[in-house]
């Protein structure tokens, strides 16, 4: 091969190159616009959906609290009443008991 030969084989070899990079370059531009494009439609339907999923979450919490304060209830007030008796045996076992 002679020197011709090589140099235009270089040129060939660097134009080439030189293509396959910018196509890489025009895939990788493209996603990523689409990917920030994407990005902003994301962020602003985010911002308009945020306010209607915290009114339901604290519907929830608010409900969540109601009713387990319903539920409790009986528990807690069985328990006092518990409590309250067993104090009232030991005021009254009280006199009985040595010092």
């Avoid at 915290?54 to 007030?77: F, G, H």
Wanted: hydrophobic share 60%; net charge positive; glycine share 2%.
């Amino acid at each position: 091969m002679s020197n011709a030969d090589l140099a235009f084989w270089r040129d060939v070899s660097v134009l080439v190159l030189a293509v396959q990079a910018f196509v890489i370059l025009v895939v990788i531009a493209a996603i990523g616009y689409l990917m920030l494009t994407g990005l902003r439609r994301s962020h602003s339907w985010l911002r308009r959906q945020f306010p209607k999923w915290q009114a339901l979450s604290l519907l929830a919490r608010d409900m969540t609290e109601r009713y387990s304060a319903k539920v409790a209830a009986p528990v807690i007030s069985l328990a006092a009443l518990a409590s309250s008796m067993a104090a009232f045996a030991r005021l009254l076992s009280s006199p009985f008991r040595r010092s």
